[in-house]
């Protein structure tokens, strides 16, 4: 798939950007951080894509759905150390080769509050990576939303990956 994006800023914009000590670092940044933004769209649409496929013509053999169609969602239906487990064990032997979980924020803020998220050191032990049963987490908010039709999210799109992804 061709995916082609382009991004301009006002003389405004650009003018706060270059009155800064270092205006190139500035401007980099700037164009650095739309493209983080824009990468995960593609990233996340590009999965979506994926997983709509697998449902349509692969019966969802490696979905594993367990939002509601109706109603408020119970403890079943939210996300869980067994739900993760059973979503890997879709990928039969293969699944010691996943890597990294991508969740919506409410999800990864679930996790939070139940204090499940642990977080691992770069190798400087400048940065620390959030984990979740010793997946790396990525949070973004462009995954899907399933809606229950009344406005309320019933559920939300969480996807397990692998090294090379």
Known sequence: ARQVRTKSWSSMRLSGVLAGDDPMQAIGNLVADWWI?????????????????????????MVNNISVTTGTPADANLISAEAILDTKQTMGDAA??????????????R???????????????????????????????????????????????????????
């Open 37 to 61: 933004r824009e990468l995960n769209k593609i990233l996340v649409a590009s999965l979506h894509g994926v997983y709509l496929d697998n449902v349509a013509n692969d019966s969802g053999d």
């Open 96 to 109: 010691e080769d996943l890597s990294t979980l991508i969740m919506h924020s409410a999800v990864y803020t």
């Open 111 to 165: 996790l939070q509050k139940q204090n499940l998220i642990d977080f691992i050191p770069d190798a400087r032990g400048e940065v620390r990576f959030p984990t979740y049963l010793g997946y790396r987490v990525v949070v973004s908010d462009t995954v899907q939303v399933i809606s229950n039709g009344a406005g309320n999210p019933s559920g939300y799109v969480t996807y397990l990956l692998g090294n090379e992804a």
